[in-house]
């Protein structure tokens, strides 16, 4: 198994997390998106997109993090990253979404690129722009998560999910770009929670090979 990524992209911050719940090692190869990396011929060869990650298994190659947390979870299913009971299973869908479709691409490193070069954007608009929509997004997404039946560990119990493989980097980015997290306590509570799990500890942007 080979898995390319970047340090500091979210996406791949929510494979590694996968990756270190299911116990595999892959092979690791590194993509730059600072230094436009995933532009290279060679590299759009791999995936079109130009986008990180990417898994290769064996001869299958699969991009798109959220598909590949759900073909990891299908091949090895131990642990299992989604619930048994179906929903439960659509509320971690249901959070994971918020965050991959809603949040994140508010805010990726393609979407600052283009605010800082292209429209010119201050550092300080552009971090209020980030804030914006983090805020927006985890508001909604505290007050689902005020409404669970029982207080539990994880978004939707005492196990990680597909849901904390997503909210836990959405968090770290937030923190990068210093935005407030007074009004998510919930949020703030499952996080420093999944920290001190190794799964989610040692995937931290900050602690991986390529980092800056």
């Given at each position: 198994m080979?898995?390319?990524d970047y340090y500091r992209s979210s996406a791949s911050y929510r494979l590694r997390i996968a990756l270190n719940?299911?116990?595999l090692?892959?092979?690791r190869r590194f993509v730059h998106l600072a230094k436009g990396e995933q532009r290279s011929a060679d590299y759009k060869a791999l995936n079109p997109q130009g986008f990180v990650p990417i898994l290769i298994d064996e001869d299958f190659s699969l991009s798109q993090s959220m598909a590949m947390i759900e073909y990891l979870d299908?091949?090895?299913?131990?642990?299992?990253?989604l619930p048994k009971n179906s929903e439960t299973r659509a509320l971690a869908r249901q959070i994971a979404q918020i965050i991959a479709c809603d949040i994140?691409?508010?805010n990726n490193a393609r979407i600052l690129t283009y605010l800082s070069n292209d429209l010119k954007l201050s550092d300080a608009a552009k971090t209020q722009w980030v804030c914006r929509w983090i805020h927006d997004g985890f508001?909604?997404?505290e007050m689902m998560l005020s409404k669970r039946a029982t207080h539990t560990k994880f978004c939707v119990g005492d196990a990680p999910s597909i849901a904390d493989i997503c909210l836990i980097p959405q968090v770290t980015n937030a923190m990068r770009f210093s935005c407030a997290m007074d009004a998510f306590p919930i949020i703030s509570e499952i996080y420093q929670y999944a920290m001190t799990q190794p799964a989610f500890h040692d995937a931290q942007p900050r602690l991986q090979p390529d980092a800056e």
């Open positions: 080979i898995v390319y719940l299911k116990g090692k892959p092979e299908e091949k090895y299913p131990e642990p299992p990253l994140h691409p508010l508001a909604a997404l």
